[in-house]
């Protein structure tokens, strides 16, 4: 079982809010599904998926095991870690990810035409002086 711990001040994202996941591993895929282009340190995927180093190593096997994130390199004694592109199940996450925005994306834009169509039904009735 997993620690949950996660950093208050850690503004939850719209994939976690969407899904209403707390899992550890969930925060874990959704921050590094959205820094892609760069690879962390565990300590650093820990700050950014606002959960503890403890969390975060006791989910960590499960992730590597599964083949959703790979080591990219050694900075000094630090492994490198990235979201693992080639896994058909990241390519599914991020999918899913992309959808849930696209989602949000569509309500936006409804609740703003909604919102103009209200705005531009101006009272027409006469002034009275």
């Known amino acids: 079982m997993y620690q949950t711990t996660y950093s208050e001040d850690h503004e939850e994202t719209l994939f976690l809010r969407t899904l209403g996941i707390k899992s550890p591993v969930f925060r874990i895929l959704d921050f590094l599904m959205d820094n892609k282009a760069y690879d962390y340190s565990k300590t650093d995927i820990a700050k950014g998926a606002g959960i503890s180093r403890t969390t975060l190593f006791s989910a960590w096997e499960n992730l590597e095991k599964n083949g959703l ?21 990241v390519l599914k996450f991020i ?35």
């Open 95 to 129: 999918e899913l990810d992309n959808a849930i925005c696209e989602l949000h994306r569509k309500r936006l834009e409804d609740q703003e035409d909604s919102k103009d169509l209200q705005d531009s039904k101006v009272d027409l009735r006469p002034i009275l002086a």
């Open 69 to 89: 994130v790979s080591e990219t390199r050694e900075v000094g004694r630090a492994k490198m870690y990235k979201l693992n592109l080639k896994s058909p199940v």
